[in-house]
């Protein structure tokens, strides 16, 4: 089983729809979970970062963590053309440094 | 807005050579790391450095993998003998501290012919 699992789609959705972005994982060591957003041939540029349980805002960005299910989220509201690119889950342990991360998701969003 | 920087961008080069690749992290961090990408594939966990010493290395930092911290501000990955396996997207990515976030360069994009 991968440590951490993430549906490569590709996702396509008209602009200004709502993206819902999904990742599982299995290590339940896992405390810091990540959102990048990785344009092609580009380095993964941080969206959000999230400590536990819970939920983050930001702007368009909402992060979701559910550590009892082993369950993160990124919903994108109003999305736009702008906002293709593929999308990486990252986690990391408390006794680590390493990030691991999910294969990513391809999103398109067409004008 | 300070960023990680890398060189060079492309770097081609012959099977058995050696490679260096250049990164300036975040001038206020300390904690730096190299990750790679194979095409198509996930990012991957190299290396992980602070004060001067490899602090934790995935299996796939073998000895033909070496970093170092050469000055104040370039962080180093270099690899001895190249091979063609090798050929992937290297990222150098910093942090201020291990629980803060790490953050991204834009890449040195390697082709072991």
């Known amino acids: 089983q991968k440590e951490v699992e993430q549906d490569p789609g590709p996702l396509s959705v008209p602009e200004g729809a709502i993206v819902s972005l999904n990742c599982t994982y299995s290590?339940?060591?896992?405390?810091?979970f990540m959102w990048y957003r990785q344009y092609s041939r580009k380095g993964p540029e941080l969206l959000m970062y999230?400590?536990?349980?819970g939920n983050k805002e930001d702007g368009r960005f909402t992060a979701q963590v559910d550590k009892s299910s082993k369950y993160i989220s990124l919903f994108i509201r109003d999305s736009q053309p702008s906002d293709s690119a593929t999308y990486l889950c990252?986690?990391?342990?408390?006794?680590?440094?390493?990030?691991?991360f999910g294969e990513g998701t391809q999103l398109t969003v067409n004008p | 807005e300070p960023e990680v920087t890398q060189t060079p961008s492309h770097q081609v080069t012959q099977m058995g050579q050696e490679v260096i690749l250049r990164c300036v992290p975040i001038?206020?961090?300390?904690?730096f790391y190299w990750y790679r990408q194979i095409l198509g594939q996930k990012v991957e966990f190299l290396v992980s450095?602070?004060?001067?010493?490899?602090?934790?290395k995935s299996e796939i930092f073998d000895d033909q993998f070496s970093v170092e911290r050469p000055d104040g501000s370039n962080f180093t990955l270099k690899i001895r003998s190249t091979k063609l396996e090798d050929s992937a997207m290297y990222f150098c990515?910093?942090?201020?501290?291990?629980?803060?976030?790490?953050?991204f360069g834009p890449g040195t994009r390697l082709l072991v012919l």
């Open positions: 990515a910093s942090s201020e501290a291990p629980e803060r976030p790490q953050y």
């Open positions: 290590n339940s060591a896992f405390q810091y």
């Open positions: 999230t400590y536990s349980s």
């Open positions: 990252a986690m990391r342990s408390t006794s680590g440094s390493r990030l691991t």
């Open positions: 001038s206020n961090h300390l904690y």
């Open positions: 450095f602070y004060n001067n010493e490899i602090s934790e």
